[in-house]
């Protein structure tokens, strides 16, 4: 078995999805397809809740009734076979996502989160499935909430991986004759049936676990890039493709910030020596990167990883004690306890410095969690600049004329805090 994910761009609409079942035709493989949702509709549904949690019953129709437009605009465009059934299925899920209005709020928000913003790909994957069907691919299309199986950490469950393998097992024996299966990223359930996500962007790692529980021959990321880039062509000209890299390397990447694949997805096909491609779908045929193990040579050409919309915060006891372990422990719960990620952290005897990305914190909010016993200051609107096998040149050249306020170098990693 092959495992591919398809992320939303590359099912945003009916060509894109009859372009994936031109893709899928060309292997004679047992496929496992986990799908994203739809182009922006995981954003889409993040407003719907933001207006089902403010009760304002005007936007959360409309913001509804964007998304569902936006399927039925795809489903007409495709102008399906025997769809019936799958409109009826597609009518009864919006009809259940407009009665969540008038039932009601559970006290824990990431559960109302992931109940509605799940929608995507079940509402994606039942598409693709029946596009698969109107081609002649067999598909079978499999519910992931009866396949992975998480805690009851909403908005980012942790996985059961005992359990999440017996299910997948369990099911693909019961369909021996089937070729093709197609199923949802992002999603899974809990023991009492609830459904969770897996963190946003997260059908990358959906495909990593399947692969994991099915001990998959290897895995497919198909992208609107070539491959695995040194740097991100929005940023830097002349770019180069990473055709072979390492497990770790990968890792490393996406730890810094390289948003091609979601970092969580490598360590569980490490753990079985599956290979990773990462390929176009824009252009199927070429060979793309390819994440493996070790003892193929990292190609230690210089990569950039840059993070825009910073802030750099510095935190200080207010009676000038020193940021020693135990004010450390304090400052680390915080953060942990209000899922805040930390980009980058250096201390002194009196400063902790964090990076924290502003589009995910509110800056009162941040400054009344370490009260009272510490305070911050901050610089908004900085970059964080990482290069993986840099040169003093490559430094030099990256930082000229830039103020630099803070920087941190390893012997293949040096990393800069630049002010615009
Ligand atoms: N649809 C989800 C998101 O946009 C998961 C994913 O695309 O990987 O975050
Ligand atoms: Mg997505």
Known sequence: MKVFKFGGASVKNGDALKNVVKIIRRFEDRLFIVVSAMDKTTNCLEEVVKHLLARDEASFESSVRVVEEFHQTVLNDLALQDSEVLKQEIRDLFDALRKRYHTPISEHLGFEY??????????????LAQVLLTEKVAAQWLDARQLIRTDNHYKEGNVDWDKTTEKIQFKIEQFPDKLCFVSQGFIGHTSEGFTTTLGREGSDYSAAIIAYALTAEDVTIWKDVPGMLNADPKYFSNTQLLKSISYKEAIELAYFGASVIHPKTVKPLQNKNIKLYIKSFLNPESDGTVIQHEQIRDQLIPSFI????????????????????????????????????????????????????????????????????????????????????????????????????????????ARFVLSK
């Open 306 to 413: 840059v993070k825009k919309n910073q802030i750099l915060l510095s935190i200080s006891a207010n009676d000038f004690s020193f940021i020693n372990e135990e004010a450390l422990s304090k400052v680390f719960e915080r953060f942990y306890s209000n899922a805040i990620k930390i980009n980058l952290m250096q201390n002194s005897a009196l400063n902790f410095s964090t990076l924290v990305d502003a589009d995910k914190v509110d800056m009162g909010k941040l400054i009344e969690l370490f009260k009272p016993e510490f305070s911050c200051k901050y610089n908004e609107n900085v970059e964080l600049i990482t290069i993986r096998h840099y040169t003093p040149e490559i430094v030099a050249d990256l930082v000229a004329g830039r103020t630099i306020l803070l920087e941190q170098r390893s012997r293949q990693t």
């Open 114 to 127: 992931d109940q509605i913003v799940s929608l995507g790909e079940v509402l994606s994957s039942k598409i």
